[in-house]
């Protein structure tokens, strides 16, 4: 992964175009980021907080409106599916296709009453590793999002596309997702992470200050496999574990409201040992992300990396959403001299991990946790140093 928004990099992609869609004339640049979630898992779409934070690295577009109706499509991702062409009222999911996410926005804007009456070209490309758990569908998302409103002149809030985007992927792609990637990839800013409240989406931005040291991303590579019936298995449980709480007289709309002595105390209530701990997590991780903010703004950096380790714990064991491969990562990184925290980040079931550490042992913890990684799973994981960058954004290009 490299960060993409360099201008030899926009020059290589230039010329892909040209060479795709026959020249670049009044062509348009558009980057959206990927994100890391610091703390505050699997919290958003029960009413909690999450705490994410958008990266340099993601998904670059290169877009021109044409005067016909036709979408004519490139991904240098998926290069051996050549041109994805459709009318732009033609919405239908193509089955297995990365077109579904351009679709799929294009279809929830429409519905919400935006005018998208005219065809485009669009050629992307992603620098975020599939299923890594990084949001590369939520940055397709709100790249295909800021497109569309630049291309259209469309007078659309920030928060719609947000909204959109999470929309798509609840609607369209068919996983139950909360808003916490979209919101962290429009509303990221350099250097700061967002404590968002999922239930008011009052969100704080905090700058991201780890001193000496520096976040680590780890990713499993594990290979894709059921993770979006796996999310909604998750979803529905937390679900029913609410609905009991309110049956049994809880006033009460999101798990997010309880603290966690609340939740303690009523746990007969909900009468089931899986969903019990799967509601457990949800409200503990919440409580957990206000203090880590706390932690993170009073310079407590060790209390803060104490925390990230409580919620892999959380995710392990009562969520049950790491494996082998997360749990290899985060608990050899736990082990390593030098790292303040570390845990899985975004889904789980693979993808990636994320730990902090100082940066002098940044070197000491690859070779460590290469290892053993390698030596218990059998193949190489990946690690890269995170920075946190801008949000969505056209790109300024001469
Ligand atoms: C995925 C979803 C998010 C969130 C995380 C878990 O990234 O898209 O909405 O639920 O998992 O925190």
């Known amino acids: 992964m490299n960060i993409v928004t360099n201008s030899a990099h926009l020059s290589a992609l230039t010329e892909k175009f040209d060479a795709i869609f026959g020249d670049h004339a009044s062509v348009d640049y558009f980057f959206s980021p990927g994100r890391v979630n610091l703390i505050g898992e699997h919290t958003d779409y029960n009413g909690g907080y999450v705490f994410p934070a958008s990266i340099t690295i993601g998904t670059t577009g290169l877009a021109r409106k044409r005067t016909d109706k036709r979408v004519r499509l490139y991904s240098l991702n998926f290069e051996a599916m050549g041109v994805i062409e459709f009318d732009v009222s033609d919405l239908t999911k193509i089955s297995g296709n990365?077109?579904?996410?351009?679709?799929?926005?294009?279809?929830?804007?429409?519905?919400?009453?935006y005018t998208i009456d005219s065809g485009f070209e669009l050629l992307v490309q992603g620098e975020i590793p599939t299923a890594s758990g990084l949001s590369s569908s939520a940055s397709l998302e709100l790249l295909v999002g800021i497109m569309l409103e630049d291309l259209f002149s469309l007078d659309v809030t920030r928060l719609e596309l947000v909204k959109f985007g999470k929309q798509t992927e609840n609607e369209f792609i068919g996983v139950n997702s909360g808003i916490m990637d979209q919101f962290a990839i429009g509303f990221g800013e350099i250097g700061k992470?967002?404590?968002?409240?999922?239930?008011?989406?009052?969100?704080?931005?905090?700058?991201?200050?780890?001193?000496?040291?520096?976040?680590?991303?780890?990713?499993?590579?594990?290979?894709?496999d059921l993770v979006d019936s796996k999310y909604n298995e998750r979803v529905a449980e937390t679900q029913e574990a609410l609905k009991r709480l309110q049956v049994g007289g809880l006033k009460i709309s999101t798990l997010g409201e309880?603290?966690?002595?609340?939740?303690?105390?009523?746990?007969?209530?909900?009468?089931?040992?899986?969903?019990?701990?799967?509601?457990?997590?949800?409200?503990?991780?919440?409580?957990?992300?206000k203090e880590a903010k706390a932690a993170l703004t009073a310079g407590n950096l060790e209390a803060f990396g104490k925390m990230l380790n409580a919620s892999h714990a959380s995710l392990k064991?009562?969520?049950?959403?790491?494996?082998?491969?997360?749990?290899t990562l985060a608990e050899t990184a736990q082990s390593v001299p030098g790292v303040l925290g570390a845990r899985m980040t975004g889904g789980g079931f693979g993808g990636c991990a994320i730990a902090l550490v100082k940066k002098s042992e940044v070197d000491a913890l690859i070779a460590t946790v290469g290892k053993t990684y390698e030596e218990k799973i059998g193949y190489p994981a990946e690690f890269y140093v995170a920075s946190i960058g801008a949000g969505a954004t056209k790109l300024d290009v001469d």
């Open 317 to 327: 064991n009562d969520y049950e959403v790491t494996g082998i491969e997360l749990d």
């Open 258 to 289: 309880l603290t966690n002595e609340e939740f303690e105390a009523n746990t007969q209530l909900i009468g089931d040992e899986t969903l019990i701990k799967r509601a457990r997590h949800a409200v503990h991780e919440n409580q957990r992300t």
């Open 193 to 224: 992470a967002i404590l968002l409240d999922c239930n008011t989406l009052n969100y704080e931005l905090v700058p991201a200050e780890f001193g000496d040291n520096v976040v680590v991303i780890m990713n499993t590579k594990k290979p894709h």
């Open 98 to 113: 990365w077109a579904n996410y351009v679709k799929g926005m294009i279809s929830v804007m429409r519905a919400a009453g």
